[in-house]
C-alpha cells in the first residue's frame, strides 16, 4: 500500500524525532554538556562583555553625537566621521572617569576598609558596653540578664569574626582588578567596534533575514527585537543614571551632617541602588551597622531618616522623570522576578530578572490584545473588571 504523506508532515515528525532524541542525548550527558557550554562561554567572555558595553553605551553615545551635530559639525561631517568623533570623545569621558575613580575615588575606599577593620574590636566592644549598661540599668531579671548579656556577647564575637573575614576579600578585590586587564581590553576593543559599526552590523542582519525567512517572521521578529532593546535599554540607562545620582546625593547629605565613612557608605548605597525596590534597604544595612559601631546609637538612627527621605525622593522624583514607565509591571512582580533571578542566576539573574519579566509581561499583552481585537473585545482591563 503506497502511502502518500505531506512533505510539511514529514519534515515536522523528523523535527519532532531529532529533538527527542537530541533532549535524550543531552539529558544524559549533562554535566559534559554544561563543562563545555562554560568552556565556549568563558572564551567568548571578551566578546559578551564588550557587546553589553556597548548596548550600554549606545544611547550617550547617540546623545554626544546630536550635541556634536548641533553646536560644532552642523552637518559638515559625514555620518561615519560623525561616529568616529563621537567615540572617541565617549571614551575619553569613560576613561577621565575611571581614571578619576582609581585615582581618588578607590584610594579612599580602600583606606576606609582598612581602618574599619582595624578598629573593629573597639567598636564591638563600645557598642557590647553600651548595650550591657541599657540591659543593667533596666532592671532585669538576674538570669534574664545574663543570659541576654552572654548572647551580645557571642553575637559581638561572631559578627566580628565575620566581619574581619569578608572586609579584606573585599580590599584583594578592589586590588586585584589588574588580573582582568587583558580581557578588559579585548571587551573595550570588541565594543568600540560594535559601536563603530552598529548600522553595518544590523544591515547584515536584515538582510540574511529577509533572504531565508518569511516577511510575516521577520516583522514578528522585529517587534520582538524592539520591544526587548526599548525595555532593557531604557531599564539599564535609567537604572545607573539614577543609581549614580542617588550615590552623588547621599554622598553630600553625609558629609552635611558629618556622618563617618561618608565616602564608602555612598558607594554601597550607589551599587545596591541598581536593584529596584530591595536595593535601597540592602543598601541600607550595612551603612548602618557601620554608623552603628563607629558612632553610636543616636547617628545611626539619623542615617536611617536620612535614607529614608532620600528613598522617597528617589522613588517620588527621580525614577518617574528618569526611568518613567519603561518596566510596565507592578511593584509586586519587580519583587517576584528579583527574588526568582536571584535565586535561579544569583547576581546576574536578579539584574536581568526585572527586565526580562517586562519583557514577556509586553508580549503577552499584545498577543492578547491582538486576538481580543480579532474578536471585535475590548482592549482596556477595566472592561474586564
Given amino acids: 500500500m503506497r502511502v502518500n504523506m505531506n512533505r510539511n508532515k514529514i519534515f515536522t515528525y523528523l523535527a519532532i524525532t531529532l529533538t527527542s532524541i537530541s533532549f535524550y542525548f543531552a539529558m544524559q550527558n549533562f554535566d559534559m554538556i554544561a563543562d563545555y557550554i562554560g568552556k565556549v562561554l568563558g572564551i567568548l567572555k571578551p566578546f559578551l562583555v564588550g557587546i553589553a558595553i556597548a548596548y550600554l553605551l549606545w544611547r550617550p553615545l547617540k546623545f554626544i553625537e546630536s550635541l556634536l551635530e548641533k553646536f560644532i559639525f552642523r552637518g559638515k561631517v559625514s555620518k561615519g566621521n560623525r561616529r568616529i ?24 575606599i580602600i583606606e576606609s576598609l582598612t581602618a574599619l577593620t582595624n578598629n573593629l574590636p573597639g567598636y ?22 545574663q543570659f541576654v548579656s552572654d548572647l551580645i556577647g557571642d553575637l559581638s564575637q561572631m559578627m566580628m569574626q565575620i566581619t574581619a573575614k569578608v572586609l579584606p576579600m573585599l580590599i584583594d578585590l578592589s586590588v586585584g582588578v589588574t588580573s582582568t586587564i587583558l580581557n578588559t581590553f579585548l571587551a573595550i576593543v570588541v565594543s568600540i567596534y560594535c559601536l563603530v559599526d552598529k548600522e553595518t552590523f544590523f544591515a547584515k542582519n536584515r538582510k540574511c533575514m529577509h533572504a531565508l525567512l518569511p516577511q510575516r517572521l521577520i516583522g514578528q521578529i522585529t ?6 532593546d526599548d525595555t532593557f535599554g531604557r531599564y539599564f540607562v535609567g537604572q545607573l543614571t539614577d543609581a549614580v545620582i542617588v550615590g552623588s546625593i547621599c554622598f553630600v547629605m553625609m558629609l552635611t551632617f558629618k556622618f563617618p565613612f561618608a565616602l564608602l557608605i555612598s558607594v554601597i548605597v550607589m551599587c545596591t541602588n541598581v536593584i529596584p525596590y530591595v536595593g ?31 528613598q522617597q525622593i528617589d522613588g517620588n522624583i527621580l525614577v518617574p522623570k528618569i526611568i518613567g514607565d519603561s518596566i510596565g509591571i507592578s511593584g509586586f512582580w519587580v519583587l517576584f522576578a528579583v527574588m526568582v533571578g536571584g535565586g535561579l542566576f544569583g547576581f546576574i539573574g536578579v539584574l536581568l530578572g526585572v527586565p526580562s519579566l517586562s519583557v514577556i509581561f509586553k508580549l503577552i499583552k499584545a498577543y492578547s490584545e491582538k486576538k481580543l481585537r480579532q474578536k471585535e473585545l475590548p482592549v482596556d482591563t477595566k472592561s474586564y473588571e
Fill in 124 to 145: 564591638f566592644e563600645s557598642i557590647k558596653q553600651s548595650l550591657d549598661t541599657l540591659l543593667r540599668n533596666s532592671g532585669m531579671d538576674g538570669d534574664i540578664y
Fill in 223 to 228: 517587534r520582538v527585537v524592539t520591544i526587548f
Fill in 85 to 108: 568623533v563621537g567615540v572617541v570623545v565617549l571614551y575619553l569621558i569613560a576613561a577621565v572617569v575611571i581614571v578619576s575613580l582609581f585615582s581618588f575615588v578607590l584610594p579612599q
Fill in 280 to 310: 535601597p534597604f540592602i543598601g541600607a544595612v550595612p551603612g548602618t551597622f557601620i554608623i552603628l559601631m563607629t558612632g553610636g546609637f543616636g547617628p545611626a538612627c539619623g542615617f536611617v531618616l536620612m535614607i529614608f527621605v532620600l
